[in-house]
C-alpha cells in the first residue's frame, strides 16, 4: 500500500463528537455537499440544506487551493466559528460547521505558514534586479 501523497485532501465528518465519515477529494474538481443523496458529499444532519456548500480544488503549482461556499443556505455554514461570506480559502485543519455537524479539512501541504513562505520565494523571485 502506497503512502499517502502531502497533496491528498480530505474531509472528516464528526457528529457528537464521534467520526461519522471520511470523503477523499480526488477525481473531480468540485464537490457539493448537503442533505441530499444526490450530493458528492452527504450529510446525514437535519439541519443541513439539501444543497449547502460547494467546495472546489482549484489545481496551481506548486500547490492546489482549496475553497468552499455557501449556496444561500437557510443556517449558513461557518468556517473556524465566523460566517462564510463568498468563497473561503481552506487551510490544513479548518473545521467547517453546518448544522450539528462539524468537518475538519485535510490537507498537510496547504498549512498556512507554507502558503505564506512560497508566497514570499515568488515574490522574491519576481522582483526586479
Not at 18 to 28: F, N, R
Not at 64 to 82: A, C, E, F, K, M
Not at 87 to 94: F, I, P, V
Amino acid at each position: 500500500m502506497d503512502a499517502p501523497s502531502i497533496h491528498q485532501a480530505w474531509l472528516v465528518l464528526y457528529q457528537k463528537g464521534e467520526v461519522v465519515a471520511k470523503h477523499s477529494l480526488e477525481g473531480q474538481l468540485a464537490w457539493n455537499i448537503g442533505r441530499s443523496k444526490e450530493c458528492d458529499i452527504t450529510v446525514p444532519d437535519q439541519y443541513v440544506s439539501r444543497i449547502q456548500a460547494v467546495l472546489k480544488c482549484i489545481p496551481g503549482e506548486p500547490l492546489p487551493t482549496y475553497t468552499i461556499q455557501d449556496i444561500s443556505s437557510r443556517n449558513g455554514t461557518l468556517i473556524n466559528g465566523v460566517k462564510s461570506q463568498g468563497a473561503a480559502c481552506l487551510y490544513h485543519g479548518d473545521i467547517i460547521m453546518m448544522g450539528d455537524t462539524d468537518m475538519v479539512f485535510r490537507c498537510p501541504a496547504l498549512t498556512k505558514s507554507i502558503l505564506e513562505e512560497l508566497q514570499a520565494q515568488s515574490e522574491e523571485g519576481s522582483a526586479p534586479d
